[in-house]
């Protein structure tokens, strides 16, 4: 096997740089260290886009070559990208138009297409089957209250209720997960320090 | 999708009826209030004045940290708060003197971060035409990287950034020598020299309250946690628990807290020409809800005395 492809050397890499960086948060050894490493995370994190850009090029391309299922889908994409890109350099103006009137509408509504279909869960879903349901339901309709301008204009017991179910009973439940997360996160830290956890690898 | 599939879909169509009737309700109900506003009353939420009063109540000379990460996606929400918030730290550099440092983390944060400062405050573009820019205001650009970058951003600030938008050294420019000259115990930047610490963003403020929670501004006597989050309202419930144990000060969630915004800050805009058609959808989901609720129990009790 290729030295490169070794799986030990990214693990004595991360378990390199994740224990400096430990050490300088709990002792403020190795700070400018630390520093360096944040510089350079920079580099690698705009490297990445690099390979994204390549990845999604490759991967149009050969859909179009090959004139797989959905090809004109794939020309659309990489053609409005290519055309994107040298506007940006062309005419920031044209450029700025098409980001403006175009991209923002576009994704805008891609996002807010999920906003229908709640309506149609409301309709569908929210019955009240059991008493677990019934006080769902009745807190989600406070809460709708208390989320639109006119609620608390109207009566102010909205915004009371509405602060106290997010500061108490949900403030306990994320915090709940929050701790979890970081108890998670522990683990997955200790496990591949290890070299148990090789996902990241991508190897399973 | 096998040609069977795509039978089946044009025979029964994409959605029943009712989900079409519901779509098209819903359609009607925002657009009416968006073309024929009624001037609905918007009533002010105790995190928007807190938010509000956070900035007011700068002193001169306070230095403030601006991360905004908006999306194309979340313009709509996110845009009227980031405005207005944006628009009036602009207002309280120009009366009280305040040092403003923007970023981004990522691509499409820096371009409308430069879109609200260039269309919606309205200062000179490209910024380095702009009198104030180097000397109470900079924009650093795009600062990839993630939380190590927000970690670095609190440790050397000119580490992590050591140039602008437009390469000029930040070491050079008036705003960073007078934040170095202050800073103690030597002339690195770090968080104890930020007064104030804004974010915009379209994720769970987690990241920020680990890396930034830890900071507060003890000229106004906040310990820590001096912070105000920009986010839409369903990452509200996830700001809480910073909220609780002061990591965070406050937040705006959403267009509703725009609207807010623009009010206090005597700037109607976007925000407040939403908020209409916010109310009839809010009421329509009600509506729905009840609606469904009040027929399923009729059934039910018909199918029971069957």
């Known amino acids: 096997m290729s030295f490169l492809k070794k799986t030990e050397i990214p693990i004595a890499l991360y378990l390199f740089i994740s224990a400096i960086v430990l050490v300088e948060h709990f002792t403020g050894i190795g700070s400018s260290l630390v520093d360096s490493f944040n510089s350079g995370i920079i580099i690698v994190w705009t490297l990445t886009y690099l390979i994204g850009t390549y990845t999604l090029t490759r991967h149009n391309l050969n859909i179009i070559q090959r004139r797989r299922p959905g090809w004109y889908y794939s020309l659309i994409l990489f053609g409005s990208a290519i055309i994107f890109f040298v506007l940006g350099f062309v005419d920031n103006s044209k450029y700025l138009w098409v980001q403006t009137n175009v991209l923002t509408p576009l994704e805008g509504a891609m996002l807010s297409y999920v906003g229908m279909y709640m309506y149609t869960c409301m ?15 009745l807190v989600t309709i406070l809460m709708l209250f208390y989320m639109m301008p006119l609620g608390p204009a109207v009566w102010p017991g909205f915004e009371t209720i509405g602060n106290w179910i997010n500061s108490v009973p949900n403030t306990g439940a994320q915090r ?12 997955v830290m200790v496990r591949t320090w290890l070299g148990l956890e090789k996902s990241f690898l991508g190897r399973s | 999708m096998s040609s069977e599939s795509k039978d089946e879909v044009k025979a029964t169509g994409a959605f029943p009826v009712a989900d079409r009737l519901i779509f098209l309700i819903y359609l009607v109900l925002i657009t009416i209030p968006l073309l024929f506003p009624l001037g609905l009353p918007i009533a002010i939420a105790p995190a928007t004045n807190e938010s509000y009063f956070a900035i007011e109540g700068l002193a001169e000379g306070s230095v403030v940290l601006f991360e905004q990460d ?3 996606g979340t313009w709509a929400e996110l845009a009227p708060p980031d405005i207005a918030m944006t628009r009036h730290l602009f207002k309280m550099m120009e009366e009280n003197k305040i040092r403003l440092i923007f970023y981004s983390g990522s691509v499409q ?11 919606y405050v309205g200062r000179p573009y490209p910024f380095n035409n702009d009198p104030d820019y180097g000397k109470y205001w900079v924009h650093l650009g795009w600062i990839p990287g993630g939380e190590p970058i927000l970690a670095g951003m609190v440790s050397n600030m000119v580490n992590i950034a050591p140039i602008d938008l437009y390469n000029i050294p930040t070491e050079s420019m008036e705003i960073f020598q007078y934040i170095s000259s202050k800073a103690l115990p030597n002339d690195i930047i770090t968080g104890d020299d930020i ?19 830890g900071y507060g501004d003890p000229q106004r006597g906040f310990e820590h946690g001096n912070m105000i989050h920009i986010f839409s309202a369903g990452s509200v419930p996830y700001a809480m628990p910073f909220i609780g144990k002061g ?18 800050i005597n700037k109607p805009g976007l925000g407040a020409a939403y908020m209409d058609a916010q109310d009839f959808a809010h009421l329509f989901g ?5 609606g469904s609720n009040i027929f399923y129990l009729y059934e039910k009790q018909k199918v029971t005395k069957k």
Request: hydrophobic content about 45%.
């Open chain 1, 176 to 187: 709940a997960i929050l701790i979890g997360m970081g108890l998670g996160l522990l683990a």
């Open chain 2, 70 to 72: 908006n999306s194309f």
């Open chain 2, 247 to 264: 990591q965070m000060r406050s937040y705006l969630g959403g267009q509703r807290a725009g609207a807010e915004y623009e009010l206090l």
């Open chain 2, 109 to 119: 944060g820096n371009q409308l971060s430069q879109r609200v400062i260039k269309d």
């Open chain 2, 286 to 290: 009600i509506v729905l809800i009840v």
């Open chain 1, 123 to 137: 309709f569908r879903g929210a019955r009240t089957r059991s008493l677990d349901a019934g006080v769902l339901l």
């Open chain 2, 195 to 213: 007064n104030l610490f804004l974010v915009t963003h379209c994720t769970s403020p987690d990241s920020w309250a680990r890396q930034w929670g």
